[in-house]
């Protein structure tokens, strides 16, 4: 079994201003860090609500976003102008405005570290971000890659009875 990121998204929703540092290879020092792009993509994935018509989607002025295969929201960051109009139009409060800057440098995972703990796991101040290996049966922890995963209540679409 290998070890992962493994983001708390209730501690990460608590915290102010994020002071992550990040080990990314070329912008090590950057406020862009590659923390938001996994909180998005934890967040599309276990809290969105797979809207049967997203308003989210609608309101993009720039297309930047759209449900993929599987159903889950996705974010072209790089024509994103952060508008922020996804934010306003979600009715559940999905898209918080942190999670689409305008411009966001992805999570290499720092792979090329092996095992090493990643600077992001030491520097979070929430203590939201773990690196470790992920039990067979944890609570509210849901594996979303081979190296990512997220605590956070999942959102289930349940069939409405009749």
């Known amino acids: 079994m290998s070890k992962r990121l493994v983001i708390d998204l209730a501690k990460c929703d608590r915290c102010e201003s994020c002071g992550v540092h990040c080990g990314y290879f070329f912008r090590p020092h950057a406020e862009d860090h590659g923390i938001l792009g996994l909180r ?8 969105c609500r797979r809207c049967e018509e997203p308003s989210c989607i609608d309101s993009c ?10 159903g ?6 790089l024509r994103c102008v952060s508008c922020k109009l ?21 999570c290499d995972y ?3 570290v092996g095992d090493t703990k990643p600077p992001c796991v030491d520097s979070c101040g929430q ?13 509210n922890v849901h594996v979303l890659d081979a190296h990512l ?7 289930v679409k349940r069939e409405a009875r009749t």
Not at 127 to 138: H, S, T, W
Not at 149 to 155: L, M, P
């Open 40 to 47: 998005e993509r934890a967040t599309f994935e276990l809290i």
């Open 61 to 70: 002025p720039t297309g930047v976003l759209e449900r993929g295969i599987d």
């Open 72 to 77: 889950i929201l996705v974010r072209h960051n």
């Open 86 to 106: 996804c934010v306003h139009a979600c009715p559940f409060g999905t898209i918080l405005p942190d999670l689409v800057p305008f411009y966001e440098t992805p």
């Open 110 to 112: 720092c792979l090329t």
């Open 127 to 139: 203590g939201a971000i773990e690196f470790r290996e992920i039990g067979p049966i944890e609570a």
């Open 149 to 155: 995963a997220a605590r956070s209540s999942k959102w």
